[in-house]
């Protein structure tokens, strides 16, 4: 009947996860006042469900959502498939993979395999670490997606060419 499908569907409504608890929606509106003209429907990711599968915290996914308001449509299960993937890619943990997309959300876009690569070397012709090489990335984000490994680290030579560190 009728009210067995309403019934039903309610039940539904009240399974998934909020988008936002109060308090964090209110953070989000003081950081970002566009996102009250996003549309309730449209509104597909939870916060809460970001956080307590990737173990990110609240805070660091209300300031990225400030910086990327379009993050609020993506589903919640493909935002948490990303973040891990750059996690395991970028040898670092889910939160800091989220205080990088921060500063640069670009790095959705980029192919896993190739920020490897470019972090591999980064990391062995500037004779940085990890954590160096995420930071010239974010930085410098077009050395993820515009060149291959063998253009970055003809680059790289070309700059220690060009300052006389080649010794």
Request: aromatic letters at 2%.
């Amino acid at each position: 009947t009728g009210l067995e499908q309403g019934q039903r569907e309610k039940q539904g409504r009240e399974e998934q996860p909020a988008v936002l608890l109060l308090g964090d929606a209110e953070e989000l509106v003081a950081r970002c006042p566009p996102v009250l003209a996003v549309e309730g429907r449209l509104m597909r990711l939870s916060v809460q469900g970001v956080s307590s599968l990737t173990g990110v915290g609240v805070r660091p996914l209300l300031e990225l959502l400030s910086r990327s308001l379009g993050l609020i449509t993506v589903p919640t299960q493909l935002l948490v498939t990303a973040l891990e993937g750059l996690s395991a890619d970028l040898r670092c943990h889910p939160e800091d993979v989220v205080q990088l997309l921060s500063r640069q959300p670009t790095l959705l876009c980029a192919q896993y395999g190739t920020i490897q690569a470019a972090l591999e070397t980064l990391e062995a012709g500037l004779g940085i670490d990890r954590p160096a090489a995420l930071a010239v990335l974010a930085a410098q984000p077009s050395l993820m997606y515009d060149t291959t490994a063998d253009t970055l680290a003809s680059r790289i030579e070309s700059l220690a060419s060009t300052f006389g560190l080649n010794d």
